[in-house]
């Protein structure tokens, strides 16, 4: 009877089993994370963050209807709230069916919502869920406006890793995007859009 052929991976695999099998299991080290921020400026602190990125913060839903009049050609996500368009007169592109890269590369801005935003990192993270489109939607026009509740923040990532889910199509977003070269000249809107502007709504609204 002929004998099985061993390939060098499964001789490797079989030498590495060996080895392992009387190894002591992993030691867990404690780590002092912080988990839970509570201090009562986390509005304060994201601003703080969002405006070292460059990015510009608007407080209140009534600041929209001035950004939108300022856009000709407007791209959304399906599901975009109607009181976040209201009195807007530009060229509306909905996203369904979805807009091409070229489309959406010729429009002048994209308004969206999100999923949560870390106060302490100053970062938008967004999900594919309501209000928010897919991922193409928010990385192509060179503008992007996006509508952050109140209720939506918190201090900390721990915290904001228990809103998510770790399946779904995650963007996260530290300002306009932005990279440098070797001899360190930034240079924006590479990998996005160059201008990110943050309007600030009350939870609810």
Do not use: F
Request: proline share 9%.
């Amino acid at each position: 009877m002929v004998g099985k052929t061993v390939s060098a991976r499964d001789e490797i695999l079989a030498r590495l089993r060996t080895a392992l099998a009387d190894s002591p299991p992993p030691v867990q080290v404690p780590r002092g994370y912080r988990r839970v921020d509570d201090r009562p400026n986390l509005i304060d602190t994201l601003v703080d963050r969002l405006e070292d990125y460059r990015a510009v913060v608007h407080h209140g839903i009534d600041a929209l209807p001035r950004l939108l009049s300022e856009v000709d050609r407007l791209a959304v996500p399906i599901d975009v709230p109607a009181d976040w368009l209201a009195g807007y007169a530009g060229e509306l592109h909905r996203d369904a069916p979805p807009l091409s890269p070229a489309a959406l590369d010729d429009l002048d801005a994209v308004l969206t919502g999100c999923a949560v935003v870390v106060a302490d990192t100053g970062t938008i993270i967004l999900d594919a869920g309501p209000a928010q489109g897919r991922r193409a939607l928010t990385l192509v026009p060179d503008r992007h406006i996006c509508v952050v509740r109140t209720d939506q923040v918190v201090g900390l990532l721990p915290e904001a890793l228990t809103r998510l889910d770790p399946r779904a199509p995650l963007t996260w977003i530290s300002g306009p995007s932005a990279t440098s070269d070797i001899e360190l000249n930034r240079v924006e809107g590479v990998h996005g859009p160059r201008r990110l502007e943050v309007v600030l709504i009350g939870s609810g609204v």
